[in-house]
């Protein structure tokens, strides 16, 4: 598959501050990347030095295999998409989409052409003679996608997009988002802290921390086998135990979902005796927190029973667990 994007060695820092260490990346033509960290992780940079809107302290920038780490931000090809959409207030939505074609000077008749087809793109054909005010965040949103979209760009570039949003709406947005990048192939790097997020949109998942990568990965992998303790903490919830051999240098990490409550004569490869201090339903599933005999906390979910739990909570319980849902982990300095 074609490399559209490569990092290569690409660092950057703020006088005594190091923002990214030694980075480097591909990125196939068509894939949708999301980066996702912590605050500080170093994924807001990557992306500004992406968009040559921050220039980097080594390394180069590859864009569809030109050396563009010098190549000023209109030269790259690179479309733009922010959390605040940055939509011009007096002009109207087909105004809008049709700037960044204006300023390329491209004939009226293609303008109107390509804003028809970006308007039923996004779904909203009947709006373009709107202001952005008179419209919902979400469809503030998807205008942007397209004004952003609609001179073709190589790559687009979303830096926490639905962070404005309210729950129902972002969950609303990514399916779309989705859809789009999918009707257009584009290639797409998304910026978010937000693990369900990047876990519902993303082809592969940089997680980013520290100024640098810590995995690279599907969805799926970084879940189920992540490579580190912070990857199996950051990534969804963890339940971290001391293996059973004397190695002070790693750790047990099982996921909630694969811990179950055993009844009495119920077998697992992993048994672990506790006490329930907790049981809290939250629709198709309920949380279960327990506290092994040696002091762990541990939480298993499963499903909910109409009924409710028949264990209550100061109740003697036996948790287990199949051999492999156990992930082994590497201690990490501090942890």
């Given at each position: 598959m074609k490399t559209k994007l490569r990092l290569d060695q690409v660092a950057k820092s703020y006088g005594p501050v190091r923002a990214l260490r030694p980075t480097t990346l591909d990125v196939p033509e068509g894939e949708f990347l999301t980066l996702l960290g912590p605050s500080g992780s170093g994924k807001s940079t990557l992306l500004q030095i992406l968009a040559g809107l921050t220039a980097c302290d080594q390394g180069d920038v590859w864009i569809d295999g030109r050396l563009s780490t010098d190549t000023p931000p209109h030269d790259r090809g690179v479309?733009?998409?922010f959390q605040n959409y940055a939509l011009f207030p007096h002009l109207t939505v087909a105004q809008n989409i049709a700037f960044?074609?204006?300023?390329?000077?491209?004939?009226?008749a293609e303008i109107d052409r390509r804003v028809t087809r970006m308007l039923e793109v996004v779904q909203l054909p009947h709006v373009g003679d709107r202001l952005p005010r008179e419209?919902?965040?979400g469809q503030q949103q998807r205008v942007a996608f397209a004004r952003c979209s609609v001179y073709e760009p190589s790559i687009i570039l979303m830096d926490e997009p639905l962070g404005a949003l309210d729950k129902r709406l972002r969950d609303d947005m990514?399916?779309?988002i989705r859809r789009l990048h999918k009707e257009l192939g584009a290639t797409i790097l998304y910026v978010t802290h937000d693990q369900e997020e990047a876990m519902a949109m993303s082809d592969r998942i940089c997680l980013?921390?520290?100024g640098g990568i810590a995995q690279l990965g599907t969805p799926s992998e970084i879940y189920f086998r992540p490579r580190s303790v912070f990857a199996a903490e950051f990534v969804g919830?963890?339940?971290f135990i001391a293996p059973a051999s004397d190695r002070a240098n790693s750790k047990c990490m099982v996921r909630p979902e694969n811990i179950r409550i055993l009844e009495e004569a119920e077998r697992a490869d992993t048994v672990i005796d506790a006490i329930l201090e907790d049981t809290i339903m939250l629709g198709a599933f309920s949380r279960h927190v327990a506290r092994s005999v040696t002091g762990e906390r541990l939480v298993a979910v499963n499903w909910s029973e109409e009924k409710g739990t028949t264990h209550r909570p100061g109740e003697a319980i036996r948790l287990g667990w199949d051999a492999c849902d156990t992930v082994h982990l590497a201690a990490e300095a501090g942890r």
């Open positions: 479309g733009l998409i960044p074609l204006e300023m390329r000077r491209l004939p009226r419209l919902s965040g990514q399916t779309e980013m921390n520290d919830h963890a339940n």
